[in-house]
């Protein structure tokens, strides 16, 4: 059983940066990918980023390419989540999850951090 907590979250001015950090413990010898999901509230979830544990491959949606940036320590079981730039758009409950296979699920959940942007 694998356990993650986000932390990192806040209130921040558009335009200005926040790092989320999600640490996983337990059971995280198999883990293939770690990725960044948010849901803003009345829309459902949504991709924001992935990073895979073993080579530092990554990906993002398109709407956070250019100003997102995740990165995972390895030898700290921890990813994070660089935001820059940050948007009105960007507010939501932004949660971590671990993937043990390369096919799209997401196995874990974290509990999920707030991230708000005020204009």
């Known amino acids: 059983q694998v356990t993650l907590v986000e932390s990192g979250g806040g209130l921040v001015q558009a335009g200005g940066s926040l790092r989320l950090s999600c640490l996983a413990s337990g059971g995280t010898i198999s883990t293939y990918k770690m990725g960044w999901f948010r849901q803003a509230p009345g829309k459902e979830r949504e991709f924001v980023a992935r990073i895979t544990w073993s080579s530092g491959m990554t990906s993002y949606a398109d709407s956070v390419k250019g100003r997102f940036t995740i990165s995972r320590d390895n030898a700290k079981n921890t990813v994070y989540l660089q935001m820059n730039s940050l948007k009105g758009d960007d507010t939501a409950v932004y949660y971590c999850?671990?993937?043990?296979?390369?096919?799209?699920?997401?196995?874990?959940w974290g509990q999920g951090t707030q991230v708000t942007v005020s204009s």
């Open positions: 999850a671990v993937g043990r296979s390369p096919l799209a699920r997401y196995d874990y």
